[in-house]
Structures are given as C-alpha cells and as structure tokens.
C-alpha cells in the first residue's frame, strides 16, 4: 500500500480508503474481519459519514487496541434522529452528534472532522453563520480533530471553502462522468442521464481549478463516487457509453491535483481487496486513457489528463508533471498573464505558490531541456500542444 500526505495537515492516508457501507450490512464479528483485512492490507482510513449508533459502537470495538493505526474521518453536523439519519445545522444538536461519536468510537479524538455534506452555497453561508465553522476549528485547537474538512459534491461550495481558508481537507465526489458536468446544488444532477445526452467537451472549469486550488493551498482530497456508485463500471449504466474498470477509475481519481485517498466504498470483503489490489495492477490496468478516447458524445481533445502515455522522453522530462506544476502556476492568475498585444506571457514568479515552485524544482528534468522532437505528441491520445506547453513551463518558471 502507498500513502500520501493529506495536504498540509501532516497526516498520511492510504491510497485506497474505506467507505462505511460494507460495515453496515454486516454483524460485530464482520466489523472486525474488515478492521483486520484493512490492516493485513495498509489501508488505514476510513470514511464515517453515518451516524448510526449501531455502526459507530460495532467500529468501535473492532478498533479497540488499534485506534492509532486508522485514520479516522467522522463528521460533523451528521446526527442520529428518532431511530434515522438527520443532517443538522443546529450547533447544539451537531455538538451532541459529535460527542457520541466520540463516546461509541471509545477515542478522545479523531484525525479529520468532517462538517457534513454541504452542496448549496446558502447552506455553507448558514454553517458558518450557525458557528459550526467555528466549533469545528475549536474542536482543532483542543486536539480533538487534527484537520477540519468539508464534504460536498459542488464546486463552487469547496472553491468558497478553500479561498476562505476555512477547511484542511475536502471530501469531493470525482470520476470522469461528474468531472464534466457543471457545478449545481442538486446532486441528484450527477446521475441524470439527460445531461449527458449531448455532446460533452472536456473537463469542467471550476472542477479543474478547485482540484488545483486544494493542491497550491495544501487542502488534501479525499475522493467519494469514483466508481459512480457502480454505475461507471457497466457500459449500459455508465453516462460514458463504456464500461471502465475500478483500476481505471481509483488511477483517475488519484491523478487529479490535490488528491490523496480513494475512500472505496466495499460492500463485501471481496470489493475491499479488488481495491487495495490496484497497488498491484501493471501500468496498462491502470490506464484509462484508450477507454476516455473510445467514449461517444465525451471528448478530452486538447486537454492533458497526466495520463503519461507521452512518456518516456529522450531527455527525461516528465512531461505530466511538468504540466500539471505549470497548470498550478497558471492557475495562480496573478502570476502568469498573457500579454493581450502579443501573446506573450507576463510572468511574476514571486507570485507563483512556493509549494508549486519547489515541487517543479526538485524534478530531475526540466522543461528547458525539451528539444521539441514531437515523439510525446505522437502518443498523445488527446491532441495535446505538449510541445509549446514546454516552451510555455520553461518561460514560467525560468528554466
């Protein structure tokens, strides 16, 4: 299993998480045959969206004697109401949520708090308004929660997050059929089959610039919906047309900027080790890009998906690295301007994020060495201008 940092929080997660909806088909004994198949394979966080007291109890136990060794991601403002599920805005109710969370959980904290499930830009104005913003960086202060993090399936909601400071980590909803729909507070919409009737071109905007804000700020991602519920692994159900595998879906989710776990939701012990078995799939299981080129009505013509098929390079550069640190530094809007008259860029490299910068840095390679031979464009699935997005890199960041 490999691990990532969670942004700038100074936690490390499995790439393959763990969603709770296996647990909550199962009994006490199944909860700690899956607490022990997540330790026999590495994955150490888990996803606790669910306030339901059964689950919270049974977790538990199993964790008992092991807590340090998860992850623990719980959430905020997801209560347990008249024997079912409520999302609360109510400060006092989500405090008592919290605390029985706690309480089931037999832990005195947890790695990230979680406000929950936030999707409407009036509803993140009411949590902060309500002081569940406030109670969340309280909670941090205290060293109850390490890092507070926000859940939602809009754009919009996580770029306000972000810019404003507020959240360590986002929980986003990310596979390549939702990456192309525009933001909308119904999240319903990501599953209607009408928005996929026409033809769809390429990533949408604000999903690519909140990915690349979270990576430049340090906000770590944790992925929900990769598979799509299912639906992206069944040609007939899929809004693709084709049918993708699981490999290929967790490698998508896990090349997007910013992103540091997968929380796979398994149903069955099975589905947990198809998913930790993506550590050990060869390169062409992994590769979605013949799959994303094959898709009816979906094109990601001229747009670079760090799929790596431009690799190798005769000079070394790694091309989708290259890119997406130039992608980030472009992002920065302050720092590099195209010069309306000419064309040519204005670069203000102290504006560039340092994070960005010294990431480009430490590359054994650089765009400046690229000779322009064209052999990255040939294998390009996607038409990309890999060449002048080297001129471009080397003009930006200066070598």
Not at 134 to 155: C, Q, T
Not at 351 to 360: A, F
Request: aromatic residues 8%.
């Amino acid at each position: 299993m490999k691990y990532r940092e969670l942004g700038s929080t100074g936690i490390k997660v499995s790439e393959i998480g763990m969603g709770c909806e296996g647990f909550l088909t199962t009994d006490a004994a199944g909860y700690v045959a899956y607490v022990d198949l997540m330790e026999e394979l590495g994955i150490n966080c888990i996803d606790m969206y669910t306030p339901n007291p059964e689950f919270r109890t049974n977790l538990g136990a199993a964790l008992k004697g092991r807590r340090e060794k998860f992850v623990l991601q719980g959430h905020i403002c997801s209560a347990w109401k008249d024997g079912q599920y409520l999302r609360t805005r109510n400060l006092e109710e989500a405090k008592a949520a919290f605390q029985d969370q706690l309480d089931r959980l037999q832990t005195d904290y947890l790695d990230i708090g979680m406000i929950h499930y936030c999707d409407a830009l009036s509803d993140w104005e009411e949590i902060k308004k309500n002081g569940i913003v406030d109670y969340a960086k309280e909670l941090k202060a205290k060293g109850i929660i390490r890092a507070v993090g926000l859940s939602s399936h809009n754009p919009q909601v996580g770029l306000a997050a972000v810019r404003e400071g507020a959240i360590d980590v986002l929980m986003f909803s990310i596979n390549p059929c939702y990456d192309l729909l525009p933001a909308n507070e119904d999240v319903e919409e990501l599953w209607n089959e009408k928005n996929y009737e026409g033809d769809l071109l390429n990533m949408d905007p604000e999903r690519q610039a909140l990915y690349e804000l979270c990576q430049q700020k340090g906000v770590g991602i944790t992925v929900m919906k990769a598979f799509g519920g299912g639906d992206l692994l069944n040609a007939e159900l899929s809004p693709a047309g084709v049918a993708l595998t699981a490999n290929q879906c967790l490698h998508y989710a896990l090349t997007r900027p910013g992103v540091a776990s997968v929380m796979a939701g398994g149903r069955t012990l099975d589905d947990v080790r198809r998913a930790a078995a993506y550590e050990d799939a060869t390169e062409e299981e992994k590769d979605y890009a013949p799959a994303f080129a094959a898709m009816p009505k979906i094109s990601w013509q001229g747009h670079c998906m760090y799929c790596s098929h431009c690799a190798p390079c005769p000079m070394g550069i790694s091309v989708a690295d290259v890119t997406k640190f130039l992608n980030l530094a472009v992002a920065q809007g302050a720092a590099v301007n195209a010069d309306s008259a000419d064309g040519t860029l204005k670069v203000n490299r102290d504006l560039i994020p340092e994070t960005v910068r010294e990431h480009y840095k430490v590359l054994p390679h650089h765009a400046g060495e690229c000779i322009g031979c064209g052999s990255c464009e040939s294998r390009c699935p996607f038409g990309v201008g890999i060449i002048d997005n080297m001129k471009k890199a080397a003009e930006v960041f200066g070598y």
